[in-house]
């Protein structure tokens, strides 16, 4: 108990560059109607090879049928970076971008993987660009919605579809007062809050607003040799050594659909992810009990886009 408090204690001293909003408030379906053309030129170049040079696409590594995620611990082949990869569902309303939070605005990130997934850094949006005047059809629907190709637009097209890509899910409902959440669910929510996952999981997106250390009870690496690169965290953003284990929280909408957990991978149930988030940030044994509550709570995150959204 006594450790339970400390990390309650602990948790906002060390959190970094915080947007904190505690309670957890519910999400709707957005309003497309205004942006439409924006938003569906936008799915068309989010799932279109067209975009890199090389055959990958935005929707071969974010899977639409796995939550907007990919079911391998370190991501999908040929990745640029050896690393689990995260949803695109919810995304925009994260305050950073990936685990270790380098990306300060969906532009700036959507700017950086089209160069670093693209066989050449430098030329990639040289020929990208190439191509899309060079496709009749991508021409016409530039020029009708925008007036031109350019890299401003092509950015804009692909964010305003992320931030189209908001999932509402069962829980969203229960906290609007429309439908209710099972009785083991709700005894889940309750204890995610009275054991104080909700410290860091939290706000709107439950995460994604803050930057917490990983460990702040026990070693989260005790059992890791050797750590590689991507175990840094924030560190690797900032070269600062406080930062090192630091991570953005992830939001845990969707997360019953995005096995395996974490950064690495290392965990490769809910359950699992469950037990050792207890046991790492908060120094609690949960029983199976407890831990199958949790889940029930947190399959009741799950939701999917708009239907036209979809792939
Ligand atoms: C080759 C696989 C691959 C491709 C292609 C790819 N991604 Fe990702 N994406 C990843 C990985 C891996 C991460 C996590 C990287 C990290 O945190 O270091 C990621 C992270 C993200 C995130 C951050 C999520 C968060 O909340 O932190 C978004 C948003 C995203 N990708 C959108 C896109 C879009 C849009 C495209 C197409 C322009 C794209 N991705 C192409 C693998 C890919
Ligand atoms: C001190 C802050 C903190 C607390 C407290 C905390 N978490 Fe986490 N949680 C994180 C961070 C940071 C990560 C990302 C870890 C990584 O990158 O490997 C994470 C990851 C997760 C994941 C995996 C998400 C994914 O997409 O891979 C789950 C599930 C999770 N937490 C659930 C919980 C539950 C349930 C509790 C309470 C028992 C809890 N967390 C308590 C900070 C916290």
């Given at each position: 108990m006594i450790k339970y408090i400390v990390a309650l204690i602990v948790i906002p001293i060390f959190s970094v560059h915080a947007r904190e909003e505690f309670a957890i408030t519910p999400i709707s379906y957005p309003d497309i109607s205004k942006k439409i053309d924006q938003?569906?030129?936008?799915?068309?170049?989010?799932?279109?090879?067209?975009?890199?040079?090389?055959?990958?696409?935005?929707?071969?590594?974010?899977?639409?049928?796995?939550?907007?995620?990919?079911?391998?611990?370190?991501?999908a082949p040929e990745q640029a970076r050896k690393i689990n990869v995260p949803t695109v569902f919810n995304t925009s309303l994260?305050?950073?971008?990936?685990?270790?939070?380098?990306?300060?605005?969906?532009?700036?990130?959507?700017?950086n993987t089209i160069k670093i997934e693209s066989s050449s850094y430098d030329t990639a949006w040289e020929l990208l660009l190439q191509r899309l005047e060079d496709n009749v059809n991508y021409k016409k629907r530039f020029k009708q919605t925008y007036g031109e190709i350019s890299k401003k637009h092509v950015l804009n097209s692909i964010v305003e579809y992320e931030k189209a890509l908001i999932a509402p899910s069962l829980f969203d409902d229960h906290l609007k007062g429309s439908r209710k959440l099972s009785a083991d669910a709700l005894r889940g929510f309750h204890k995610f809050q009275r054991y104080g996952?909700?410290?860091?999981?939290?706000?709107?997106?439950?995460?994604?607003?803050?930057?917490?250390?990983?460990?702040?009870?026990?070693?989260?690496?005790?059992?890791?040799?050797?750590?590689?690169?991507?175990?840094?965290?924030?560190?690797?953003?900032?070269?600062?050594?406080?930062?090192?284990?630091?991570?953005?929280?992830p939001s845990l909408r969707n997360v019953a659909r995005t096995a395996p957990y974490f950064h690495d991978g290392s965990a490769e149930s809910l359950e699992k992810a469950v037990t050792m988030m207890a046991f790492y940030q908060l120094g609690l044994a949960l029983d199976t009990k407890d831990v199958a509550d949790i889940v029930s709570f947190l399959e009741?995150?799950?939701?999917?886009?708009l239907t036209e959204l979809m792939e």
């Open positions: 938003v569906m030129l936008g799915k068309s170049l989010f799932n279109d090879p067209i975009l890199f040079d090389n055959g990958k696409s935005c929707a071969g590594c974010h899977l639409f049928s796995y939550g907007g995620a990919f079911p391998s611990a370190l991501g994260n305050f950073r971008w990936h685990w270790d939070g380098e990306y300060k605005s969906l532009e700036e990130h959507v700017d996952c909700i410290s860091c999981h939290q706000g709107k997106n439950i995460g994604g607003n803050i930057i917490v250390p990983i460990g702040v009870i026990n070693n989260f690496f005790a059992t890791k040799k050797p750590l590689t690169q991507i175990d840094y965290g924030h560190y690797n953003v900032t070269g600062k050594e406080r930062h090192k284990f630091y991570f953005k929280v009741s995150l799950s939701g999917d886009p």
